[in-house]
């Protein structure tokens, strides 16, 4: 009896999907709720685990194609039997042999090869994820050569990481270092198929500046009190909530003190109608190796600053890995994008529509300043207020920076002042 394996429901606004990877091929034997394939979205990725055991008898849809929800995308044969043990280790598509290259693989070849051999082996068996296959790529390695330490022989990004912090000659396998480019330089191009998430990143930016009436607006934050913070409690807080306390929830805390004083800012446009929310869910933007991802901080005015920790690191890291549901990237109210992680001095951020506002922050960098009539040196950052002039005015879009800042160069303010 073959059963069908379907796209699932990715959502109530999410009517199709791209087939971004088969985890396995024609004549596999999978386990029930094993992932079968990995499909994406324009906001996330996910992979469907196989509804029953059995062999995919056939795959009907391609990777790289794209399928609408409860399409058919393959067929599993639940009637066949599971491998034995010596089979189970015959790699999908076969794997090849060391001593004639053909196709067919032996398990008695496996079994005899060098310890060398058995890693290339179990690489080119194992299914290579696709951040470890990206991360290969950018760093010009083969994942064919890298040790796979997931389950089934898969490999990880870690593993890549590991295998590139290594060396790529420590391994059997290893390819040869690159020829010089002739003279003059390749003149080569990839041409690679934009993902869904990448489009729909690509289509809300552009919606964003053709709708909004976008405008920013700058001022800078002295972090000495912040940094003088950290370096007095975050000892304890680290040994109390088992995470560092970081700048993002300071922001985040500042950011919510200051909506509730200019509530426009928190405010959209519906229709004919401004929509003023008196909640606080915060987006916090997330740069994935799909893109950037705006996972939300739901209710972020009920948390303390370590429940904002946790609930950051959280999603970030699981926007790293593609693990994020659909409600986790919707309906924020209000967006922080740090791009000074990656070293941006200033930077103007766009507007996560249908939101009116975001803030953007910048690199911590020491420069000199007056302070009482004297040129001192100071941690000082750049910040940037995005916002639609549609629904907000110049003075409060100042206003609610100069709050920003006054809350961040004075933290006690949060507390005494909410």
């Given at each position: 009896m073959a059963t069908e394996l379907k796209v699932p429901s990715a959502g109530e606004s999410v009517s199709e999907v791209h087939i971004a990877e088969w985890l396995c091929q024609e004549g596999d034997f999978v386990q029930l709720d094993q992932p079968v394939v990995e499909l994406e979205t324009d906001k996330a990725s996910m992979e469907v685990p196989a509804p029953v055991s059995g062999v995919v008898t056939k795959q009907l849809v391609a990777a790289g194609d794209m399928a609408r929800v409860?399409?058919?995308?393959?067929m599993i044969d639940e009637t066949a039997e599971a491998p034995q043990q010596g089979a189970a280790a015959k790699s999908s598509g076969g794997t090849k042999s060391a001593s004639s290259g053909g196709a067919d693989g032996s398990t008695t070849a496996v079994a005899t090869a060098s310890p060398a051999g058995e890693n290339a082996s179990k690489a080119a068996g194992g299914h290579v994820m696709p951040a470890a296959r990206r991360l290969a790529h950018d760093a010009g390695v083969s994942a064919a050569d890298v040790p796979g330490s997931g389950p089934g022989g898969r490999v990880l990004k870690e593993d890549v990481q590991r295998f590139i912090a290594d060396g790529p000659n420590t391994a059997a396998g290893s390819t040869a270092a690159p020829q010089?480019?002739?003279v003059g330089g390749a003149r080569e191009e990839d041409v690679v198929p934009m993902s869904m998430l990448r489009r729909r990143i690509?289509?809300?930016l552009v919606a964003a500046q053709q709708t909004a009436a976008m405008l920013t607006t700058f001022n800078e934050i002295d972090m000495s009190a912040v940094l003088a913070l950290r370096k007095q409690r975050n000892e304890e807080f680290e040994k109390r909530y088992g995470i560092k306390l970081g700048f993002m929830s300071i922001f985040v805390k500042a950011a919510i003190d200051a909506l509730k004083r200019f509530p426009?800012?928190?405010?959209?446009?519906r229709e004919q109608n401004l929509v003023y929310k008196n909640y606080y869910d915060i987006g916090v933007a997330v740069s994935t190796e799909r893109g950037l991802v705006v996972p939300v901080v739901r209710n972020a005015e009920r948390l303390?600053?370590?429940e904002i920790e946790l609930a950051i690191a959280d999603l970030a890291r699981r926007g790293r890995d593609g693990k994020l549901t659909l409600d986790e990237l919707q309906g924020g109210t209000f967006t922080i994008s740090n791009g000074g992680v990656f070293g941006s001095l200033m930077s103007t951020p766009i507007l996560n529509p249908p939101q009116s506002g975001i803030l953007g922050l910048h690199a911590l960098q020491?420069?000199?300043?007056?302070?009482d009539g004297q040129v001192v040196i100071r941690p000082m950052m750049y910040v940037a207020l995005t916002y639609d002039h549609r629904v907000i005015d110049g003075r409060e879009s100042v206003s609610f920076l100069k709050r920003i800042k006054e809350c961040v160069e004075d933290p006690t303010r949060m507390l005494i002042e909410s």
């Open positions: 409860g399409d058919v995308l393959a010089a480019a002739p690509a289509e809300r426009a800012v928190n405010a959209e446009i303390s600053f370590a020491e420069r000199p300043v007056a302070r």
